[in-house]
């Protein structure tokens, strides 16, 4: 596609129960990244994805989080047991190989509120 | 481990007013460094990247930035803002030792007053 693309766009939930965040990539980006965004705050990395592999995951706040990419397109982050402190904006965004120096491009994210 | 230091959290300017953010990071090898821009309901995108050669980056929109290894810094400069520059604005870093992931700063709210 033209960008980054990302679903939902809002999703509202109750505490406990799981989501599934998606992201399709610009197509032939081989690099896929998440991050969070807390109301007020910075980006914070979750997880770096490069092809079908995470060579870093070092940023996954618990293992109620979790991630996958297949096909080296499409990625999906999975929280389970949804907490209040979840709430955020997800980001994705990708790169055209992240071993460069690209620049990411950025989805719109998803707005994450956790009643 | 790599970490970005904005200084700035919020700055409120009036037009033609000069614009200099703070950024600096904390990491000893070779780094990329950028700023990204978040104009209100828009999403994430470039402003301008250093990755070797001149230290002094021009920008879109007349923004530049300036990498100063001695002072591990990268502030981004414009000498005249407009209320169109009214945004968040991210310093970011990666290192190839670092897997090439990238670092943000916590960001700095511009505005503008017209």
């Known amino acids: 596609g033209a960008g980054v693309s990302q679903s939902p766009s809002n999703k509202v939930t109750e505490k406990g129960k799981d989501v599934e965040l998606r992201c399709d990539p610009i197509?032939?980006?081989?690099?896929l990244y998440w991050y969070r965004q807390r109301l007020g705050q910075g980006l914070e990395f979750l997880i770096y994805?490069?092809?079908?592999?995470?060579?870093?995951k070092s940023g996954l706040p618990s293992d109620r989080f979790s991630a996958e990419r297949t096909g080296e397109s499409v990625s999906t982050l999975t929280i389970q047991r949804t907490q209040q402190e979840d709430s955020a904006v997800y980001l994705c965004?990708?790169?055209?190989?992240?071993?460069?120096?690209?620049?990411?491009?950025f989805g719109e994210g998803s707005r994450l509120t956790v009643l | 481990a790599q970490s970005v230091s904005q200084h700035n959290h919020h700055v409120i300017l009036s037009e033609a007013a000069s614009l200099e953010l703070g950024c600096n990071y904390s990491?000893?090898?070779?780094?990329?460094l950028f700023w990204y821009v978040q104009y209100p309901g828009q999403h994430l995108q470039l402003l301008l990247k250093?990755?070797?050669?001149?230290?002094l980056v021009k920008g879109i929109k007349g923004f530049e930035a300036e990498f100063i290894k001695s002072k591990f810094s990268f502030n981004l400069r414009k000498p005249s803002v407009q209320w169109s520059d009214t945004a968040e604005y991210f310093c970011?870093?990666?290192?190839?030792?670092?897997?090439?992931?990238?670092?943000f700063g916590a960001g700095t709210r511009l505005f503008v007053k017209a």
């Open positions: 994805f490069q092809g079908n592999s995470a060579p870093d």
């Open positions: 197509s032939g980006h081989t690099a």
């Open positions: 965004a990708s790169s055209l190989n992240g071993r460069d120096t690209g620049e990411l491009f």
């Open positions: 250093y990755f070797s050669g001149d230290p």
């Open positions: 970011a870093v990666n290192a190839p030792t670092g897997g090439f992931k990238t670092i």
């Open positions: 990491y000893g090898g070779t780094v990329n």
